[in-house]
């Protein structure tokens, strides 16, 4: 009898020092919206590559922009009992119900990218996502130094009312206001295309007089401003000498046209986040304490002269 | 000043005079023009350049509605055109070769439209509405074939169709030209375009009139197309790169607009192609001077869906009639 209770002790020891020492033995559920865009196929296959890299045995599920698709993978990954649940939301809302589900099985939910909005905060641990107003911020201040204080701004806004155009318009202007010489005089949107921001950018050269006293072109994303800097060289202006050029996402064209001297500077949105947001999840699993509700992943500014 | 006030073309062009005046208004220099880079250079440039690929749209559209029929596909048409454009240079293509490849996709586009709406007699705003909605994850699929992620490219040919110029010419408006005058004598120096109308007219008269209706319509889906595929070309090299997923987005609906305000009716049966590249000129005008105008950008829809009435109640008879006996009743 005593025996078999020394077994029984030594084997519950020796499975506790296993799920100790075991941080790879981690399995997490991701429910990703979809694959829209270049940036969200690459943040998909980051997070896929990251996971096997640091041993986390993740289940990965596209819900293909549907919210009640996200919903039944949450509540899959609750019924296999996974240690932890990283959710890109689609939208913010109706998300209360499935995390209390997730809060009585004890399993912690983070959110990657975009927010969701709940009443009750401790339903997640934390959201880890980059900060469209710090991508505006660092645009804005790349170009106060760099005009040194003085400038009058053209603006290509991303799609109307989206989350992106709003924060980095906003965090933009918070820089530029506090300078009484820097102004964005004309702003319309291109909908984040580069069909759109060439069209907008067509139409501000005829409406400025060529650009006249113009000193810089902020666009809230990258194919917005590869559009503006072919509308300039077809009317014969010089991109990034003529006028600086200022974006966010540092795609890979964005690289090229860094790199020929046609634009000056881009904010980098990292698709090659896994390596920020697992570190968050199995640190919380091995010692669960209160972490901050935003934890924001840094911003890199890519100009000409770094290439 | 009957006949003026009967002609269709009279409310349409008002309608353009007035939002030009307003332009020259509130926009110094909105009339001028230049040479620079050696081409003509300026916003009126600027509204016709712009207008092509809506217009070439449009003209499509025209016809596909002058035979009752519509096609919601045209934008997943220019994304499907667009992606395949990308891939095939990428792929080391000759890019003569590769025109004519784009122009056979929109034909094969075209192709299946019209199986769907004559061979199956799925109707046509259905059967439009399975490549419209499928056609951007197939444009999708074509740029994960080279791995998508840098889908800009090259293309002096290309390039020279779209943004280059003869003499202090932009090509596209060139080579519109041409397109629009082919169309114009297929249609009304054959005798397709009377098939066209009849069957979009009344079909089962118009089969028994010795028509074959499923021909005729099956070819105009085709047309349809073939007009789309071209815009397609000017949009994909006008900014060289592929963007399946917002390049001509809701395309369809301001080509159907420019058919309409030229005067056409939904309801089949006519084909007006001048004025259908008179309404995609409004369209077109109307859009180059929100951007001109200064105003933010959230009031770009509403500007557009204010003008547009104003333009449509123009052309109504009713509405026009009611306004007159108003005025009449009070001088009375």
């Not at chain 1, 997070?47 to 922009?65: H, T």
């Not at chain 1, 650009?211 to 010089?238: P, R, S």
Request: hydrophobic fraction near 50%.
């Amino acid at each position: 009898m005593s025996k078999l209770k020394w077994a029984g002790a030594s084997v519950a020891g020796a499975l506790m020092m296993f799920a100790g020492t075991s941080a790879f033995a981690v399995t997490i559920g991701f429910s990703q919206v979809g694959d829209e865009g270049d940036w969200r196929p690459a943040f998909s296959k980051d997070m896929q590559e990251e996971a096997k890299k640091q041993g986390i045995d993740l289940k990965f599920a596209d819900a293909q922009g549907k919210q009640e698709e996200q919903l039944k993978a949450v509540r899959a990954f609750i019924a296999q009992r996974v240690d932890a649940i990283i959710i890109a939301p689609v939208v913010v809302t109706g998300w209360d119900q499935v995390l209390k589900e997730a809060q009585r099985a004890k399993i912690p939910v983070f959110l990657a990218d975009r927010d969701v909005d709940v009443t009750d905060k401790s339903l997640f641990v934390a959201r880890i996502s980059a900060d469209f107003n710090l991508e505006g911020k660092l645009a804005g201040a790349w170009l106060a130094a760099a005009s040194k204080g003085t400038c009058d701004i053209v603006e290509l806004q991303g799609t109307v009312g989206s989350a992106p155009a709003i924060e980095r318009k906003k965090g933009f202007e918070a820089v530029v206001s506090q300078f009484p010489n820097m102004k964005i005089v004309r702003s319309q949107s291109g909908d984040f295309t580069t069909e759109g921001g060439k069209k907008v950018m067509e139409a501000f050269i005829k409406a400025t007089n060529n650009l006249k006293g113009i000193c810089a072109t902020f666009a809230h994303n990258d194919n917005m401003q590869l559009g503006a800097i072919q509308a300039m060289k077809e009317a014969g202006l010089k991109p990034s000498q003529d006028v600086l050029m200022v974006s966010v996402d540092y795609v890979p064209a964005m690289k090229k046209a860094l790199a020929a001297g046609e634009a000056n500077a881009s904010v980098e949105l990292r698709s090659a986040i896994g390596k920020y947001i697992y570190p968050v999840v199995t640190d919380y699993l091995k010692n669960p304490k209160e972490l901050p509700k935003w934890i924001v992943i840094p911003s890199d500014l890519h100009t000409a002269q770094g290439m | 000043m009957r006949a003026l006030t009967g002609h269709r073309a009279t409310w349409p062009l008002l309608a353009l005079v007035v939002i030009l005046i307003v332009d020259g208004i509130i926009a110094p220099g909105f009339f001028a023009i230049r040479i620079v880079e050696g081409r003509l250079f300026g916003t009126p440039i600027d509204i016709l350049y712009r207008a092509m690929p809506i217009a070439l749209i449009a003209l499509g559209m025209a016809v596909v509605i002058g035979s009752k029929g519509i096609d919601l596909s045209v934008g997943s048409i220019v994304a499907v055109v667009g992606a395949t454009i990308a891939w095939r240079i990428k792929a080391g293509d000759p890019h003569f070769v590769i025109l004519l490849t784009a122009l056979a996709v929109g034909i094969l586009c075209g192709m299946w439209n019209g199986f769907l709406v004559a061979v199956l007699n799925i109707q046509p705003i259905i059967a439009t509405l399975i490549l419209m909605v499928s056609g951007r994850g197939i444009g999708l699929m074509i740029n994960l074939i080279y791995g998508g992620t840098d889908p800009s490219f090259e293309s002096p040919l290309l390039q020279g169709l779209s943004v280059g110029s003869i003499g202090y010419v932009p090509t596209r408006l060139i080579l519109f030209a041409g397109l629009f005058v082919a169309l114009w004598l297929l249609i009304r120096r054959t005798a397709l375009g009377l098939f066209i109308e009849s069957v979009g007219g009344n079909a089962a008269a118009a089969n028994l009139a010795g028509i074959n209706a499923r021909l005729i319509t099956f070819s105009v889906y085709v047309i349809s197309g073939l007009c789309t595929a071209w815009a397609g070309i000017i949009l994909t090299a006008d900014v060289h790169t592929s963007d399946p997923v917002s390049v001509a987005l809701f395309s369809e609906l301001d080509a159907i607009l420019a058919v309409v305000i030229g005067g056409g009716s939904l309801a089949g049966g006519r084909i007006y192609l001048g004025m259908t590249l008179l309404g995609a000129l409004v369209i077109q005008t109307l859009a180059t001077s929100i951007l001109m105008s200064g105003l933010p950008p959230e009031y770009n829809l509403l500007v557009k869906a204010v003008v547009v009435l104003f333009v449509l109640l123009l052309q109504s008879n009713n509405a026009r009639d009611a306004v007159f006996t108003l005025f009449r009743r009070r001088k009375g």
